[in-house]
């Protein structure tokens, strides 16, 4: 298991593609974009990305805004 | 009409969509206005959170244009980063660039916007900077590629209106072939109108609306007050004098004018 950062909280995952962990966090809609250690990642990128120990994730969806 | 990029619109207001009492106050808010472009941002989501998802759904049925913003970034990687996310999800170039420098008036930061509007327009971004009204900055944001300025009218959620109007009038002045907005700080539809017969193409405002006692009829009254300053600067004000003319011709007046002294 690694230890990555969601949304700001520390949580135990894994060492496992993107793909597996969005599957496990419970992330099935496709209205949500992503970026890792401050760097966005196309939803293209998410079957090949490995994530690792100390990881950043960000996983942004639509909300109101002026 | 207003042609930006590869749209025309037909209405010159653009309208944020937060802080509304429910997302039916928006929609009714959104339909009086008439506007065609609506701003929204990103912001996390929990797993299997329905809110978000209720809120895009409402937004998509509207019909407008999307214009996504970089609210919160204070750094230009930052700002780079959420424009790239908010391209893949809403699936436009366009993005309100906001690179924020000081929190307390929420005053943009021109060094990082500077910076990150020249890496998104290089990279296709159709970049709409949220900027001051510093004539060299915004000068120097178009060399760089930015399709649309957004000069404050006061601090964003202020409604003081524009309280630089010679700076806005000025920089309307010098730089009068690119599309300018005025955006935050619209408190009132007097607001609005003065921008607009300054000769502005639009003004993007929010918190006038979604704070009214009723969003409704003041996103009606935004409505009419930007189509009435828009008219007005068409049709071309009339000089403005220091002392009186009389608009009665003064020619073969009556009697009174012979009883003087």
């Known amino acids: ?66 | 009409m207003l042609t930006i990029g590869d749209k025309t619109l037909t209405s010159r207001l653009l309208l944020g969509t937060a802080q509304y009492p429910s997302l039916e106050e928006l929609q009714h808010a959104v339909t009086a206005s008439g506007t065609e472009i609506l701003t929204v941002s990103l912001r996390r989501q929990a797993a299997a959170q329905e809110k978000s998802e209720t809120f895009w759904h409402y937004i998509k049925n509207l019909g407008c244009h999307i214009l996504p913003n970089t609210a919160g970034c204070h750094q230009a990687q930052e700002a780079v980063t959420i424009a790239n996310m908010s391209r893949e999800i809403f699936q436009t170039n366009w993005i309100k660039l906001e690179v924020i420098g000081d929190d307390y008036n929420l005053q943009p930061d021109p060094i990082e916007l500077l910076t990150a509007a020249k890496l998104l327009a290089q990279d296709g971004f159709d970049v709409f900077a949220y900027c001051t009204e510093d004539l060299v900055l915004c000068k120097r944001l178009l060399a760089c590629g930015v399709k649309v300025l957004m000069p404050w009218g006061s601090p964003i959620g202020s409604g003081k209106g524009l309280v630089n109007p010679y700076g806005l009038q000025i920089l309307r002045e010098r730089i009068s072939d690119a599309i300018l907005f005025v955006d935050a700080g619209i408190g009132l539809p007097s607001h609005a109108a003065q921008a607009m017969e300054m000769g502005y193409d639009g003004v993007l405002l929010n918190s006038a609306v979604a704070y009214a006692d009723s969003p409704r009829l003041m996103a009606e009254a935004f409505k009419y007050s930007v189509m009435s300053g828009r008219l007005a600067f068409e049709a071309g004000k009339m000089p403005v004098r220091e002392f009186a003319k009389p608009s009665t011709p003064t020619i073969d007046q009556p009697f009174w004018s012979e009883n003087l002294g």
């Open chain 1, 1 to 66: 298991m690694i230890k990555v950062k969601l949304n700001g909280h520390w949580i135990s995952v894994k060492a496992c593609p993107l793909t597996e962990a969005l599957e496990e966090w419970g992330y099935q809609s496709e209205t949500f974009a992503i970026a890792i250690n401050h760097e966005f990642v196309p939803q293209s990128c998410y079957q090949n990305h490995q994530l690792q120990e100390g990881d950043a994730l960000e996983i942004l969806s639509p909300m109101q805004g002026g």
